[in-house]
């Protein structure tokens, strides 16, 4: 199929910066970019009809960190880098309140918390240590104090079983994931970026006056080569991003999630961890959703394919059975499951990797909370 002259002069006309991927990253990143400078020409091309990596099939956490997750991190890479982190989650979830506005992503300050449970308490002076030592900390990078707090009175209330502690930041919340990718996309069109969904990227190269970007797609079953010319090129696919740079410390860590039929009475309101955040669920009006336990099967779990298991699915309706709702009956109405891009740190990867070729990616599994400070980064980095 040849291409018109509209549609070269248009959709097809060489870019000042292409980037690849649909996701949270992309957008803001694109966002960025216009603001910086409104005349460039930007095109997103995405290979799903819609973004569908992690960003719009994750659990809607407006979060920052939970006590054990936060202290491993801590044990992992150093207090420098966990508050580093902690920091960035933090700024950015009140820099996309901010611009896009509380109602229209969906978003609620409803407190986040930790379930420890009876299995798993190193004590109640252990966890007071742990918190008095995270606030000391954290006060200056949210503005307040104390950030985590006992709410071991609210266990019976909330209907948990098995349940030793609740651990309560009242600085989380929860947000519709959908809505925000649907407004940074509906933002983004309107300042004048192009989006080319459907259409795969196979490789690029550099090219005389920039990169040359080379992409399959389909009309009528019918498979199509399309070549984009781009100044610059930004790859935001995360965990799919080795597919193109396989040199990046990438690994990818699949996230299943279900999601139960409306409870009549449910007691509690809010988002919760479980087990240094592998585990989390939340409320959806009067339906649950849960998700995580990859860590009952690292290694099944390390892929991208973007199916549910019997062994993970099994071991969250357990969970969901023994801890959150015991004694009460569920159907579970959906489940599914998004793939997120972890490595050996947390930290994520934002760079120039060639000239004129820069990625950012990397965001294990925070990509909400992180991806307005990542777009700002890397359109800094790009000017």
């Given at each position: 199929?040849?291409i018109s002259?509209?549609?070269k002069?248009?959709f097809?006309a060489p870019?000042?910066?292409?980037?690849?991927?649909?996701?949270l990253?992309?957008l803001?990143?694109?966002?960025?970019l216009?603001?910086?400078?409104p005349?460039?020409?930007?095109?997103?091309?995405d290979?799903g009809?819609?973004p569908t990596?992690?960003?719009?099939?994750?659990a809607?956490?407006?979060?920052?960190?939970s006590?054990?997750e936060?202290m491993?991190d801590?044990?992992?890479s150093?207090e420098?880098?966990?508050?580093?982190?902690?920091?960035?989650?933090?700024?950015?979830l009140?820099r996309?309140?901010?611009i896009?506005?509380?109602?229209a992503i969906?978003?609620q300050?409803s407190?986040?918390y930790?379930?420890?449970?009876?299995?798993?308490d190193?004590g109640?002076?252990?966890?007071?240590?742990?918190?008095?030592?995270?606030n000391?900390?954290?006060s200056p990078?949210?503005?307040?104090s104390?950030?985590?707090?006992?709410a071991?009175?609210?266990?019976?209330k909330f209907g948990?079983g098995?349940?030793?502690?609740?651990?309560?930041?009242?600085?989380?919340?929860?947000?519709?994931s959908?809505?925000?990718?649907?407004?940074l996309?509906?933002r983004?069109?309107?300042?004048?970026?192009?989006i080319?969904?459907?259409t795969?990227?196979?490789?690029?190269?550099q090219?005389?006056?920039g990169?040359?970007?080379?992409?399959?797609?389909r009309?009528?079953?019918?498979?199509?080569?399309?070549?984009?010319?781009?100044?610059?090129?930004?790859?935001?696919?995360?965990?799919?991003?080795k597919q193109?740079?396989?040199?990046?410390?990438?690994v990818?860590?699949?996230?299943?999630i279900?999601?139960?039929?409306p409870?009549?009475?449910l007691p509690?309101k809010g988002?919760?961890?479980?087990?240094?955040?592998?585990?989390?669920?939340r409320?959806?009006?009067?339906?649950i959703?849960?998700?995580?336990?990859?860590?009952?099967?690292?290694?099944?779990?390390?892929?991208?394919?973007?199916?549910?298991?019997q062994?993970?699915q099994q071991e969250l309706?357990?969970f969901?059975s023994?801890y959150i709702?015991p004694?009460?009956?569920?159907?579970?109405?959906d489940?599914?499951?998004?793939?997120?891009?972890m490595?050996?740190?947390?930290?994520p990867?934002?760079?120039?990797?060639a000239?004129?070729?820069?990625?950012?990616?990397?965001?294990s599994?925070?990509?909400?909370?992180?991806?307005?400070?990542?777009g700002?980064?890397i359109?800094?980095?790009?000017?």
């Amino acid at each position: 199929m040849q291409i018109s002259v509209w549609e070269k002069e248009s959709f097809f006309a060489p870019n000042d910066v292409v980037i690849l991927g649909s996701g949270l990253v992309g957008l803001w990143c694109a966002w960025h970019l216009k603001k910086q400078q409104p005349a460039s020409k930007i095109t997103i091309i995405d290979r799903g009809i819609i973004p569908t990596g992690a960003s719009t099939r994750n659990a809607g956490f407006a979060c920052f960190g939970s006590v054990t997750e936060l202290m491993a991190d801590m044990e992992k890479s150093g207090e420098d880098a966990m508050l580093q982190l902690v920091d960035m989650r933090f700024r950015g979830l009140q820099r996309t309140r901010k611009i896009l506005g509380e109602k229209a992503i969906g978003f609620q300050l409803s407190r986040g918390y930790e379930m420890i449970t009876a299995a798993k308490d190193p004590g109640k002076a252990v966890l007071q240590q742990q918190m008095d030592y995270l606030n000391e900390k954290l006060s200056p990078i949210i503005g307040s104090s104390p950030t985590f707090r006992f709410a071991g009175n609210k266990i019976k209330k909330f209907g948990f079983g098995q349940t030793a502690h609740l651990l309560e930041n009242k600085f989380e919340g929860g947000l519709h994931s959908g809505m925000l990718c649907q407004q940074l996309m509906q933002r983004i069109q309107a300042m004048g970026v192009t989006i080319l969904n459907a259409t795969n990227v196979t490789h690029f190269e550099q090219g005389p006056e920039g990169v040359n970007i080379y992409c399959h797609y389909r009309i009528s079953d019918t498979p199509q080569s399309l070549t984009i010319k781009s100044k610059q090129l930004l790859v935001c696919t995360n965990a799919f991003a080795k597919q193109l740079l396989p040199d990046l410390d990438i690994v990818p860590a699949r996230g299943q999630i279900l999601v139960t039929s409306p409870i009549e009475n449910l007691p509690f309101k809010g988002t919760f961890h479980y087990d240094e955040g592998f585990y989390y669920f939340r409320d959806l009006g009067d339906r649950i959703l849960l998700g995580g336990a990859r860590n009952k099967a690292f290694e099944e779990e390390a892929t991208t394919e973007m199916e549910i298991t019997q062994t993970i699915q099994q071991e969250l309706e357990n969970f969901l059975s023994q801890y959150i709702i015991p004694g009460k009956s569920f159907t579970i109405t959906d489940r599914w499951s998004g793939i997120m891009g972890m490595g050996s740190e947390k930290m994520p990867i934002i760079k120039e990797v060639a000239p004129n070729i820069f990625c950012a990616v990397r965001m294990s599994g925070m990509g909400v909370a992180l991806s307005a400070l990542v777009g700002e980064d890397i359109a800094k980095r790009m000017a």
